[in-house]
T-cell receptor, first 115, second 118 residues
Framework: AQKVTQAQTEISVVEKEDVTLDCVYETRDTTYYLFWYKQPPSGELVFLIR??????QNEISGRYSWNFQKSTSSFNFTITASQVVDSAVYFCALRSGTSYGKLTFGQGTILTVHP | DTGVSQDPRHKITKRGQNVTFRCDPI?????LYWYRQTLGQGPEFLTYFQNEAQLEKSRLLSDRFSAERPKGSFSTLEIQRTEQGDSAMYLC????????????????FGQGTRLTVV
């Protein structure tokens, strides 16, 4: 069975602070994919990143960076110099490498960035 | 707009009534998914279509739920005899599978249909 745990239910920061959202996953698959999605108040899940299990290189995209560590089964997401527009619910998700595309989501972390 | 669109965005219904939601995926996407999201939780998988074929249904999908994807284009999700426990956001997503390469793009989600059963 697959499982994704986002232990942080809510995080509150002040604008320009750095913030890290934690994600821990469980899977028996040797090939799998990890995702982060952002859900603003409008409700639509916005894709942020996909990472393959065989590629542990960290990735940076603007103010966003992701740290994938297979040894600890973690895929953490850091926002540098947070902005009010970053306020949203963030979901980590897992997909089996043999799957047609079904995602297993964590419970989400509510991020609030105060001006 | 070339994203995934869902209709209606909001639906309030009385317990016991039937409701139907529609999802229009990204036009070239051959895979379509329905998820349900309750307050404070992540989306949970309900069912999946490859073109017009429904290939998997979650145990969450009771016999009051039925989904179709005629002609492999738009999809509908119907809930019969709604119950208060059906109140949730129903999300549709689509992706493109390159079956020859065994690759699947990431899923793109619609804005969801929020159902309230009173």
């Amino acid at each position: 069975a697959q499982k994704v745990t986002q232990a942080q239910t809510e995080i509150s920061v002040v604008e320009k602070e750095d913030v890290t959202l934690d994600c821990v996953y469980e899977t028996r698959d040797t090939t799998y994919y990890l995702f982060w999605y952002k859900q603003p108040p409008s409700g639509e899940l916005v894709f942020l990143i996909r990472r393959n299990s065989f590629d542990e290189q960290n990735e940076i995209s603007g103010r966003y960076s992701w740290n994938f560590q297979k040894s600890t089964s973690s895929f953490n997401f850091t926002i540098t110099a947070s902005q009010v527009v970053d306020s949203a619910v963030y979901f980590c998700a897992l997909r089996s490498g043999t799957s047609y595309g079904k995602l297993t989501f964590g419970q989400g972390t509510i991020l609030t960035v105060h001006p | 707009d070339t994203g995934v669109s869902q209709d209606p965005r909001h639906k309030i219904t009385k317990r016991g009534q039937n409701v139907t939601f529609r999802c229009d995926p990204i036009s070239e996407h051959n895979r379509l998914y329905w998820y349900r999201q309750t307050l404070g939780q992540g989306p949970e998988f309900l069912t999946y279509f490859q073109n017009e074929a429904q290939l998997e249904k979650s145990r969450l999908l009771s016999d009051r739920f039925s989904a179709e994807r005629p002609k492999g284009s738009f999809s509908t999700l119907e809930i019969q005899r709604t119950e208060q426990g059906d109140s949730a956001m129903y999300l549709c997503a689509s992706s493109l599978a390159d079956l020859g390469q065994g690759q699947n793009t990431e899923a793109f989600f619609g804005q969801g249909t929020r159902l309230t059963v009173v």
